[in-house]
């Protein structure tokens, strides 16, 4: 279906994943006041202010107390500044939706990844420049890794989760391992596992990685629209 033939109420759900998620499969991993979420600290930094054209700033700065690294906000553009908070970090990014997949031809030696392997993503998260990969990160979905000689290498999981959609996020390679086509393996894999359960995968990659968005394109991913990522801390 193309994206603008989705009904708006699917589209409004998409420009705000945050909400859309906390308020729906992922309501369990949060904490909720007045109309304002957030995922527990130990599970993402994301945060989200009530649905799309209003913001309540004073529940804000109350569940940011809970993220003493501060909070991320997620969503079609604008997102401005809540009154009480210093913003820390912005970036521009394009929405990517996919509902079909270019199957991966090659077989690597995968593993579904647990708790116990929590350290280990972290390192290679970090390696990237990604995250904050938290202790409960885990908990939000399927996670893939490629292991070489049994050093954890290449990683990609699930995000954020809402009904028909589910986001790939944390996708990175050990710097020694790259060119291989671990990350196109597995995007490929894990996206074809989320579109045969019969839902949408999506991504969110920054407008200036255009190489990252040229690999998600040629494995079937289409961009939908422009999003914003921004950071927020409390003053001390």
């Not at 509902?99 to 593993?111: G, V």
């Not at 790259?178 to 920054?206: M, N, P």
Request: with cysteine.
């Amino acid at each position: 279906m193309p994206f603008d033939s989705l009904p708006e109420h699917i589209l409004k759900s998409l420009d705000r994943p945050i909400w859309t998620a906390l308020n729906s499969d992922q309501s369990h991993l949060g904490i909720h006041d007045s109309v304002a979420s957030a995922f527990y600290a130990d599970v993402a930094p994301f945060a989200t202010a009530g649905p799309i054209g209003f913001e309540d700033s004073e529940a804000l700065i109350r569940l940011a107390a809970y993220h003493p690294k501060g909070i991320a906000m997620l969503q079609a553009k604008p997102i401005s500044t809540p009154d009480g908070l210093i913003e820390t970090g912005r970036c521009d990014c394009v929405q990517m939706l996919a509902t079909s997949m270019l199957a991966a031809s090659e077989r690597r030696h995968l593993f579904t990844l647990k708790p116990r392997d929590i350290p280990e993503i972290i390192d290679l998260v970090e390696r990237n420049g990604l995250g904050p990969f938290n202790r409960n990160t885990i908990v939000m979905g399927t996670h893939l890794g490629i292991r070489v000689s049994g050093n954890l290498v290449a990683v990609a999981g699930e995000r954020i989760t809402f009904p028909g959609f589910r986001e790939l996020g944390f996708v990175c390679v050990h710097p020694e391992h790259r060119g291989r086509g671990y990350a196109r393996y597995l995007i490929s894999l894990l996206a074809t596992q989320i579109i045969s359960l019969g839902d949408t995968a999506f991504v969110h990659v920054e407008v200036d990685n255009a190489a990252a968005i040229g690999l998600f394109e040629k494995l079937g991913f289409k961009v939908r629209r422009e999003m914003v990522a921004a950071r927020f801390e409390v003053p001390v």
